[in-house]
């Protein structure tokens, strides 16, 4: 009896760490999951690298090409078409967007309609 307490006391704390980590503007606002350092955009691909660090993604602001919004993945294409995809929060997806089209002027942005996706 006492596990099934423990294992449903961990369960419900999961649910709670995940729901933070996907949910809140703290971890998914578009200034934090893309911070300007000059002329390079670090991009923070998931919630780990808050706590952790690593896997964060640094694009210069001039190879960048295309920018591209389709559903909740954000992809940013270079000259060679090497293409990095992020995977965003879908409530903040459009802000995310907005922000990689501020920070990237110079690239051509898309925005891939759900419709037309399937």
Known sequence: MDQNIIFFGIWILLIV????FSR?????????????YDDYVIVRTNKITWLFGGNRIKLAKQD???IQLDKT????F??????KDVWVA???A??????????FPDAKAVWVDEQSSI
């Open 90 to 92: 879908k409530s903040f």
């Open 94 to 103: 459009k802000e995310t967007f907005e922000r990689a089209k501020q920070l």
């Open 64 to 66: 960048i090409k295309k």
């Open 78 to 83: 270079n000259e060679t078409r090497s293409v």
């Open 73 to 76: 993945c954000l992809s940013f």
């Open 24 to 36: 809140t503007r703290y971890f998914n606002a578009p200034e934090n999951v893309l911070v300007e």
């Open 17 to 20: 760490v995940h729901v933070i």
